[in-house]
Structure formats: structure tokens, C-alpha cells
């Protein structure tokens, strides 16, 4: 089973930085492969950067995938919730 780090790593040997809240991040156990595999097609220009997380209430939560540079102009890619109140739902997960 993949594990979170493993996927930070994999961005990392890319030069990228994977910055998730530690909300999401939490939320994420158990599904990091599909996780993965949507950050990869993303990152491929595969899809429209969407990620639907599935929470334990039930339901699902909107993730979106997208890509910046750090004042420094280093490559980070950000996982954020699309609803204004989506990170308050995952952390009550």
C-alpha cells in the first residue's frame, strides 16, 4: 500500500512541492493511491485537477489540484478544498 510519503517523495524527486493541509492530509489515509494516481494525471495535464475524497460522515469532499511557484520560484502544487466550508467538514471527520 502506498503511503503518504511515498507520494511527497515522488513529487520531491520531481523538484515539486506537495503542500495539503495536515486536515486533508489526516482525511487521505486509506486512499492515498487514488490520490496519487489523480495527482499524477493532473501533473500530466491528464484532468482538471479534482479530487473527490470521500469522507467517513459519508459523502465526499471536492479537493482541487493546482500549481504555483514559491516566492523563491520553486514548483508546489496545492491541494485545497473547493467550498469555503469544505476543510471545516474534513476536520470534523
Do not use: N, W
Request: proline share 4%; hydrophobic share 35%; glycine share 10%.
Amino acid at each position: 500500500m502506498l503511503s503518504f510519503e511515498s507520494v511527497e517523495e515522488a513529487c520531491e524527486s520531481k523538484s515539486i512541492t506537495l503542500v495539503v493541509h495536515p486536515a486533508i492530509r489526516r482525511a487521505l489515509k486509506g486512499y492515498e493511491e487514488s490520490f496519487f494516481i489523480g495527482l499524477r494525471c493532473f501533473l500530466k495535464g491528464e484532468s482538471d485537477g479534482l479530487y473527490f475524497l470521500p469522507l467517513g460522515s459519508g459523502g465526499y469532499e471536492r479537493l482541487r489540484f493546482s500549481q504555483r511557484r514559491s516566492s523563491g520560484g520553486h514548483p508546489i502544487v496545492r491541494v485545497d478544498p473547493i467550498a469555503a466550508e469544505g476543510l471545516q467538514r474534513i476536520k470534523r471527520t
